[in-house]
């Protein structure tokens, strides 16, 4: 017997448009896909630009620096010129230099009042000076030596204790003790003289002891230029 074998027929007209439709049908799915994918990145994309912005920190302000105010008023007036050197002052309480400054700022064609060196004294009996004040009596000697063309006597005094024969010696040899000095200190030994005059010429009262102090004493002048 002959076997008999069923066999489904198709078409090949019908089978290619078949084909043609389930091809159609998968580029418009594909197409749509890809518009979709377009769209979400294009959206996203978006977004994500929307979220930079508003999350960027705004723009600080920029303070310009301050510039520091001139202190040169263009309005005030021009500083006054400052005054002309002057010869330093004598220290407080020191009218034997004062004194001398001011015989010197002269005009020196005159002898000077006699001025009493008040920067020393003596013990009774003594011929030894007590400086009590070397800065004032250096400038005494400074002063004395700038002006070479005056000469410089120097007495010496005795309170009115002892004798004439004792005082008379011992006020000669405190003048020379001063002069000493002062020629220790630049000042020339041969334009300076000295005088013993004893307990003559006190200037205080000798009956007590504060002056008796006092009578202790050197004194000099500046003799007028020569």
Known sequence: MEKRTDKKFVDPVVDQKIVKQKKGKGIWWLLLALIIIILAIRFGTHRHDDNDANNAPAPSATIAPQQPASTTDT??????????????????????????????????????????????????????????????????????????DHSVVIRGYTDSTGTQAINQPLSGQRANAIKDWLTQHGVDAAKVSIQGQGADHAIANNDTPQGRDINRRVALQIKAAQ
């Open 75 to 148: 309005n005030t007036a021009a500083p006054a010129p400052a005054p002309a050197e002057q010869a330093p002052a004598a220290p407080d309480n020191d009218p034997a230099l004062t004194a001398l400054q001011h015989y010197y700022s002269g005009q020196g064609n005159t002898d000077s009042p006699w001025i009493d060196l008040n920067q020393v004294s003596f013990a009774t009996g003594s011929a030894s000076p007590s400086v009590n004040d070397v800065q004032s009596l250096t400038q005494v000697a400074n002063l004395i030596s700038q002006h070479p």
